[in-house]
């Protein structure tokens, strides 16, 4: 009996020495891979907080340029033309240094798209005198409606960049004059404005309708 049991001792510690050393290799292998994944993780969050940081400060610069050319009064002169004192101001990523690669891919599309959104607006603003045939142009122009509109969109991808990466907020909307309340204010006086026109438009082509109208009824009646 004795010797029954001697004989299995030493394949019990040779099996116990083999999966003493499959589970080190294991438990190695999971820090390994926790401690390369955590690496790796922090490789990226500094990544993208470089980047962002990059693309935030661009953002927020345009959206400042904005503003001069968004609060531009339009005055017309005798023949009814407007020359435009300051410019649509430009915007590209030339200067961005960063990793893209780094950003989630829904905001890297909302960036990418804001190029062409902002090409889209510059075109319309003409930068030789203009004839203004309405009220609305005569105080909202291509130029003032498109300012505040691109500044407005530059601001909330800054700020989605800044809750991305856990930055600190801006200053753009503390108070009246700050950059934020300037352009939405404008933005939205010229929604305003566009909705007036809109209704006066449609109340001027209901007025012939309504006057035949009447005056059929007094043909009619006589």
Not at 10 to 35: C, D, E, M, N, Y
Not at 147 to 154: E, F, K, N, V
Not at 157 to 162: A, F, G, K, P
């Amino acid at each position: 009996m004795d010797s029954g049991i001697s004989v299995w001792v030493p394949v019990i510690s040779a099996g116990a020495g083999i999966l003493g050393a499959l589970g080190s290799q294991w438990l190695s292998h999971i820090f390994i891979t926790k401690r390369e994944k955590r690496s790796s993780e922090e490789k990226r969050n500094r990544e993208r907080y470089f980047i962002a940081t990059e693309i935030v400060f661009l953002l927020e610069r345009f959206a400042q340029a904005c503003v001069k050319p968004a609060e531009e009064i339009s005055e017309l002169d005798d023949e009814g033309y407007i020359t435009t004192l300051h410019e649509f101001p430009p915007f590209d990523y030339t200067t961005v240094t960063g990793d893209w690669r780094a950003l989630p891919d829904d905001l890297i599309y909302k960036l990418s798209e804001f190029p062409v959104k902002h090409e889209e607006a510059r075109r319309r603003v003409s930068p030789t005198r203009k004839k203004m045939t309405s009220t609305r142009e005569i105080m909202f122009g291509p130029l003032q409606t498109g300012a505040s509109s691109m500044g407005l969109s530059a601001l909330r991808l800054s700020r989605e960049l800044r809750v991305l990466c856990d930055m600190p907020e801006d200053e753009m909307s503390e108070f009246e004059w700050s950059t934020w309340n300037v352009l939405e204010g404008i933005h939205h006086r010229s929604i305003n404005s566009f909705l007036k026109e809109i209704r006066s438009a449609r109340q001027s082509e209901a007025e012939p309708a309504d006057s035949q109208n009447s005056f059929k009824r007094e043909s009619d009646a006589n």
